[in-house]
């Protein structure tokens, strides 16, 4: 299954890379909730965040909790709100959203950011990882 996960895992979609290893990768969101609101996505294509093998599974919280821990430190927020919906990417993935109020959790009002902000952010985060 192709998706644009898979494009940016493969390098061919560039993308605001917080961190990665061999198995998981965690970028900004290009049209986020939220400063800060970022992805977290296995390397392998499945569809369903519960088809997931048990392993992969865990693994791609324990590697989202890595990034929300990181994310914290970096923009100011009560929380780190986590969302897994999926309905846009047919790609498992997790929503790592800085939230102040519940309305940056609707997906209905989004920021604009523009590529100078999203490269500085995105190194922020990575120095507190």
Known sequence: MSSIF?????????????????????????????VGHTLCIAKVAIDKIFDMPDDLYLGLMAFSK???IA????VPCKRIG???????????????IPLNEMDEMRFQNKIKLDP??????????????
């Open 66 to 68: 890595k990034v929300a």
């Open 116 to 129: 100078e902000a999203f490269l500085a952010l995105a190194s922020a985060i990575q120095a507190n990882l």
């Open 82 to 96: 986590m969302a897994v919906i999926g309905l846009e990417v047919p790609h498992a993935h997790v929503h790592l």
């Open 71 to 74: 994310l914290e430190k970096t």
């Open 6 to 34: 898979i494009n940016i895992i493969n390098g061919e979609i560039p993308c605001y890379k917080i961190a990665e290893d061999e198995s998981f990768l965690a970028f900004l969101d290009v049209n986020p909730n939220a």
